[in-house]
């Protein structure tokens, strides 16, 4: 036998043939799964002392794991401390309480009472068992007995990280929003009369104190102090975050899709250099940049996580307007792409430190979905949203692509068609996603099949990595079923 071969101890009652059957047929489970079983009706022979043998099972260290097999009989002899289940019992216990290692024992139950209530020992009482008595979930339950014997538990606790940095600063950055983020949560949530303007009043602070975000002249190196501002920020965008998924659960209104609107509108001047500055370069906004993109992408993930589908329509379909801007000139429309910008000193800082990365705004994005609430793959599922909402806009108005979707560098790792386009399958959920790219049929994709062979369209590629536009799609099943 393999040292990979646990060594396991089954403590049991002789309650009926059927019990022992049953219990017969699950030590022969475990065995077949490589689990070395010790059974006293396999390994005890005559002339054995029967009481050295069970002593030996449950304090032997060769045994790593010991199960207790509980129905009825086995409880009331073990309470009673009556016959070899008795003996086994004042053996068991001590070693239950006394040892450090909690994880060698556990109870196996085997039936229930009239009442529904698992039969436990009354020494076993306070402890998690693994429920092997109703036969619907025997083979969940199985293989969490098998995890347990082998140390391969479901769920592994993660190796801890570092201290977020903003949780060390000594000068940090207050956006002012604390108080007006908690009303605002607590009137969506309640469906306050007055919700509507504690989301003006929330959005309002926000957009003006982000000004309190805005990177000096500094000596150094610049990328650095991007990381450094856009990390210190992470506190107000899971703020923001929250705000959208309250919206998105408790308030998906016309009204509220406007006042979204006029956020992020809001937010765009910051982007560009502010009103009487003469000298600039376009890396001094890069941290706006990155933290205005960042919250667009969650704004549109949080509206498609409660299927918030006529709201993210309105967000992609409806232009900005920007006063005065040094790429588009004043009094212009905008469209979405405008949130998208490149970032150069994120492109200069992966050359400096040669971290040789195909993308290091989608690494910090990827990084910083940890704590958002919202999965990655979400936030990829967003970004390609946008990019093919991008792609039709492109196509119909004779334009550039714009939309550049950087989280799809990690498309490797979360293949196969995102979520909104496999519940699109079904022809009534595609009606209702066909609102986002603006189109009546399936069919209206196959324009943009042909421009991308054409190269009129580009695919984005990062060395070796690229996508599948039909995969992701899903192009093939939507609308096929009902």
């Not at 008795?86 to 216990?93: L, P």
């Amino acid at each position: 036998m393999s040292q990979d071969n646990p060594k396991l101890f089954i403590s049991y009652s002789w309650s009926s043939p059927e019990h022992s059957q049953w219990l017969l047929e699950l030590a022969t489970e475990l065995r077949e799964a490589g689990v070395d079983v010790i059974l006293d009706k396999w390994d005890l022979r005559e002339g054995h002392d029967a009481f050295a043998f069970m002593e030996k099972m449950v304090t032997d260290p060769e045994i790593r794991k010991v199960a207790i097999i509980c129905d009825r009989i086995y409880v009331e002899k073990a309470d009673g401390r009556s016959g070899g289940v008795g003996t086994e019992t004042q053996i068991i216990s001590p070693e239950i309480y006394e040892r450090e290692d909690q994880n060698k024992f556990v109870a196996i139950v085997a039936e229930r009472d009239e009442n529904g209530n698992a039969y436990l020992p009354t020494y076993y009482k306070s402890r998690i068992y693994i429920d092997l008595s109703d036969s619907d979930l025997y083979g969940t339950n199985f293989e969490q007995l098998l995890r347990w014997v082998y140390d391969k538990p479901l769920y592994v606790k993660p190796k801890i990280g570092q201290k977020p940095s903003f949780l060390s600063e000594t000068d940090p950055i207050h956006l002012g929003t604390s108080v007006k983020y908690k009303r605002a949560l607590d009137a969506i949530r309640n469906n306050k009369e007055y919700a509507k303007g504690t989301i003006d009043e929330y959005f309002q602070t926000f957009v003006e104190n982000l000004e309190e975000f805005r990177i000096p002249s500094v000596e150094g190196e610049f990328d650095d102090k991007v990381i450094e501002n856009i990390d210190k920020f992470l506190p107000y965008r899971s703020e923001a975050i929250e705000i959208f998924l309250a919206i998105a659960q408790y308030r998906n209104t016309p009204e509220v899709w406007q006042q979204l609107h006029k956020f992020f509108e809001n937010l765009i001047p910051y982007m560009d250099r502010p009103e009487g500055v003469s000298s600039w370069r376009n890396s001094d906004f890069d941290n706006f940049k990155f933290i205005i993109h960042e919250l667009f992408l969650y704004a549109i993930s949080s509206l498609l996580k409660y299927e918030c589908l006529d709201a993210v329509a309105h967000l992609i379909r409806h232009h900005y307007y920007v006063e005065n801007n040094s790429y588009y000139g004043r009094d212009a429309m905008v469209p979405f792409t405008i949130f998208r910008q490149g970032i150069t000193s994120l492109q200069d800082r992966n050359k400096r430190l040669e971290l040789r990365k195909l993308s290091l705004r989608a690494d910090l994005l990827e990084q910083r979905s940890k704590t958002s609430g919202i999965t990655f793959r979400q936030v990829m599922q967003s970004d390609f949203i946008l990019f093919i909402r991008d792609c039709f806009d492109a196509m119909n108005n004779k334009a550039g692509q714009h939309w550049w979707p950087e989280t799809l560098v990690y498309i490797l790792d979360h293949s196969g068609t995102f979520e909104i386009f496999a519940r699109a399958q079904s022809t009534e959920y595609f009606d209702r996603v066909k609102c986002i790219f603006d189109i009546e049929d399936k069919k209206d994709f196959i324009p943009l099949f042909e421009a991308f062979k054409k190269n009129e369209l580009r695919i984005p590629s990062w060395d070796y990595t690229s996508f599948d536009l039909g995969i992701l799609l899903g192009f093939e099943r939507l609308a096929t079923r009902l």
